[in-house]
Every structure is written in structure tokens, then in C-alpha cells.
């Protein structure tokens, strides 16, 4: 079984910073890939940014490119979210996810906060 647990979020001003972390613990982790997602309220679950495990490869949504950094310490088994130039949009629960042994997500985080005030 694999746990994740972010930490990080937190409230900032517009134009502000803020680093989410995301911990793996349980078996020996070796995801497929490792992704951030996000929920607003009243708003679907929507992908914001993904990693390839072994090689690092990124993706990232339209919304977040240029302003969000996805990054990895494979050996912290970690995944991190740089998250610059916040704006109010970006408000909502912050969820890590892995894909382990599947190409789907199977393992997803309790979610934290992220609310950026205008």
C-alpha cells in the first residue's frame, strides 16, 4: 500500500509563492508518473501538472505553464510543486496522485489548501 501526504498549502496575496510537497511511504514506491491536481469549489477535479518518474518529463496545464514548476526527489520519494505568481484562480484543494503498476492514478493524497486572496 502507498501513502501520500502533501503539506504546503496555505493562504498568500495575489503575485505570491507557495511550495507544495507531497511525501510517499509504503512499499517501495515506483510510480509510473506523479501528477497535481486541483479542485475549486463548485468546480470539477482538473489535472495541473504531471511527471514522469524515471526520466522527469513534465506536463502541465494551459492555466499554470510558465508560473508552476512540477519537480522530483526520487530518492526523498517525493514530488514538489513550485507554485509562482499566485493568483485568485488558484484557489482550491491541492491533491497528489500516483500511478502505480496501472497508467491511471491509483493512489491519491488528503489533499491541502490553497487559497490566494485579491
Known amino acids: 500500500q502507498v501513502q501520500l501526504v502533501e503539506s504546503g498549502g496555505g493562504l498568500v496575496q495575489a503575485g505570491g509563492s507557495l511550495r507544495l510537497s507531497c511525501a510517499a511511504s509504503?512499499?517501495?514506491?515506483?510510480?509510473?508518473?506523479m501528477g497535481w491536481f486541483r479542485q475549486a469549489p463548485g468546480k470539477e477535479r482538473e489535472s495541473v501538472a504531471a511527471i514522469v518518474w524515471t526520466v522527469g518529463s513534465t506536463y502541465y496545464a494551459d492555466s499554470v505553464k510558465g508560473r508552476f514548476t512540477i519537480s522530483r526527489d526520487n530518492a526523498k520519494n517525493a514530488v514538489y510543486l513550485q507554485m509562482n505568481s499566485l493568483k485568485p484562480e488558484d484557489t482550491a484543494v491541492y491533491y497528489c496522485?500516483?500511478?502505480?503498476?496501472?497508467?491511471?492514478?491509483?493512489?491519491w493524497g488528503q489533499g491541502t489548501q490553497v487559497t490566494v486572496s485579491s
Open positions: 509504503g512499499r517501495t514506491f515506483s510510480p509510473n508518473h
Open positions: 496522485a500516483a500511478s502505480v503498476a496501472t497508467i491511471k492514478y491509483n493512489y
